[in-house]
């Protein structure tokens, strides 16, 4: 990239945001970096810093509060006076299966994976558009899934939509919005599930093992970057061969 990209990412302090930050800080971008854990955040800032950032700014906040989103846009513009590339990347899942699934568990997983995402590309485009910017929204590899991800692959799902409409509605503006699709990897997130949940998504992923986390931040840095300006709506599937094997 050819001047210091100004990005913020979402869920900087999980592991696919960590490495997505650090792979950033690499190339010098200015870094807002959201999570709830301070801690965290607090350690993925220091490694960003090191890693070449030259400027990386925490903010706080739960992405199910409403106002926390609108927040998120403007301590970045306070911060830096613009929005180059926008990560939506934070995001829970809770395995569960159909006939247990609660509202709860249905309301957490699409206010993180879909409400939030909206919400802040919303809040983010005017300044994306001054930029020319661009959005990366993690969703997940969409193969047919065991029971317990149902609800989160809906998500996913609607994510995808948006990812697809808001592509399609701000091309001509020249603001990009595309998305990576990981297959599973090994992170707090996952954790969550079974070990033979886990086994059988890894097995479902030919290249073989889990999905490492640089992977991910290669794909979305690339999305993100005038090496892809001709690129918009598209779902990059870093997925160990998982899409090739189920056509
Ligand atoms: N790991 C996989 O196999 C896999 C596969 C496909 C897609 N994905 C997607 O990749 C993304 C990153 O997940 P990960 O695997 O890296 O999991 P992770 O390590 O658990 O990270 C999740 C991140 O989301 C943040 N987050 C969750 N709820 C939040 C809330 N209410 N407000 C603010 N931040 C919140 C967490 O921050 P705090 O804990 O600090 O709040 C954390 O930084 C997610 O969208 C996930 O669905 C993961």
């Known amino acids: ?79 830096f006076g613009c929005v180059d590339v926008l990560v939506n990347n934070a995001g829970v899942f809770i395995p569960q299966t159909f006939e247990k699934a609660t509202d709860y568990e249905f309301d957490e997983m699409f206010a993180v994976n879909v409400k939030a995402p909206f919400f802040l590309m919303q809040h983010a485009m005017p300044y994306l558009l001054k930029t020319k910017g661009s959005v990366v929204n993690i969703s997940s590899y969409l193969h047919p899934s065991p029971e317990l991800l149902m609800v989160s692959r809906m998500s996913r799902g609607a994510l995808d939509q948006l990812t697809i409409n808001a592509a399609s509605k701000y091309a001509s503006e020249g603001v990009r919005v595309n998305s990576v699709r990981p297959a599973t990897a090994l992170t707090e997130l996952t954790l969550a599930a079974p070990e033979d949940v886990l086994n059988y998504e890894k097995s479902k992923q030919p290249i073989g093992g889990f999905i490492a986390h640089e992977n991910v931040a290669n794909a979305v840095y690339f999305l993100a970057s005038s090496e892809a300006a001709q690129t918009t709506g598209q779902f990059l599937n870093v997925d160990g061969g998982a899409s090739v094997l189920s056509t």
């Open 1 to 79: 990239m050819s001047k210091e990209q100004v990005v913020i990412v979402t869920g900087a302090s999980g592991g696919f945001g960590s490495a997505i930050a650090l792979k950033f800080a690499k190339h010098r971008a200015k870094l807002v970096l959201t999570g709830r854990n301070a801690e965290k955040l607090s350690s993925v800032a220091d490694s960003c810093r090191s890693a070449g950032s030259s400027s990386v700014v925490i903010v706080q906040a739960d992405l199910k509060q409403r106002d926390q989103l609108e927040n998120v846009i403007n301590e970045c513009v306070k911060a």
